[in-house]
């Protein structure tokens, strides 16, 4: 068949056979949003966020990959690549990001039960900022600058209360693999405190079989809903992606991604007002920050 011939032809070719154009998509293992291994695997709210868009966007050859945050930050400007579930602000001018679909709930103190005479009833309110200067517990926390040129601190909201304390011994700075910190970490004496979510504590318990020796604290510091969005790498490629991604955004999605939430935060009513009344009423809610 002459050349010319053989390009009509396969132009012919229903879009079903032609070649997709591939998309990565980068997740990390952190539960309840993305979880690795094990009974729960694949059914985080950001595994079923993702599978959502891919069942909805047939028209890509979908592969997931998997990083750490270090290795997402050298990776996520690549051609190609976009990432699931992501706050905004990473690297600014070099993602582009979609309509916010979701948001983070505010950070919340977690320690074993038996610090409980220290810090008072659990579910009140404590100041991080105040047991830091005092300097009589140790905070771990995940690295707290993983990458410079991202822009942005992996607990941005408490950055400022935590900068001070860098390279000091009250705080612990972890790295490696994990995007979460192990709390099985403060019952083998590794620090007292650490930083999570509200569904951090049932999440380990329910994924690692983690004992009932927590509790968890509300920060003075931290009452903000951090918005999260789709972003890709900056390119005619991930300008189509965002597009694509923000005509599925629709309320009765949103109201789908509610719903995979409260599969793990055991429909927090706070949460779901705040999410119903700023992703559905279209309020505007000063707790909820870019």
């Known amino acids: 068949m002459p050349f010319l011939a053989l390009v009509f032809a396969l132009l012919l070719l229903p879009a079903s056979l032609q070649a997709k154009e591939r998309l990565i998509w980068f997740i990390w293992d952190l539960p309840p949003e993305f979880v690795k291994s094990g009974p729960w695997a694949n059914q985080g709210y950001g595994d079923k ?19 750490n945050i270090p290795r997402w930050s050298s990776e996520a400007l ?12 990473f690297f600014p001018d070099q993602l582009i990001e979609s309509k916010p679909y979701s948001f983070t709930p505010p950070h919340v103190l977690i320690a074993p039960k038996r610090h409980q005479e220290r810090l008072g009833p659990p579910g ?11 300097g009589e517990m140790r905070l771990i926390a995940q690295k707290v600058n993983f990458n410079e040129s991202a822009k942005q601190s992996r607990y941005p909201v408490l950055f400022p209360f935590l900068k001070p304390y860098m390279g000091k011994k009250n705080l612990v700075e972890l790295s490696g693999g994990r995007n979460d910190v ?18 951090t504590i049932t999440t380990q318990q329910r994924v690692f079989n983690l004992g009932d020796n927590f509790v968890s604290y509300n920060l003075r510091e931290h009452y903000f809903y951090k918005k999260v969005y789709v972003a890709c790498n900056n390119t005619p490629f991930g300008q189509k992606v965002i597009a694509q991604i923000n005509q599925l955004l629709t309320p009765q999605t949103l109201k789908t991604f509610l719903a995979y939430h409260e599969e793990w935060n055991d429909g927090a009513p706070h949460f779901r007002k705040t999410y119903l009344d700023y992703f559905i009423h279209g309020k505007e809610l000063g707790r909820v920050i870019d």
């Not at 993702?50 to 069942?55: A, E, H, P, Q, S």
């Not at 690549?78 to 602000?89: D, F, K, L, V, Y």
């Not at 192990?182 to 569904?199: A, M």
């Open 124 to 134: 009140s309110t404590v100041s991080l900022g105040q047991i830091l200067a005092k």
């Open 49 to 67: 966020f993702l599978k959502y868009f891919i069942d909805h966007m047939p028209q890509y050859d979908h592969k997931v990959q998997r990083v």
């Open 182 to 199: 192990d709390l099985r970490l403060l019952e083998h004496g590794r620090g007292d405190i650490t930083i999570g979510y509200p569904t």
């Open 78 to 89: 690549r051609p190609n690549r976009c990432s699931a579930h992501i706050w905004g602000g």
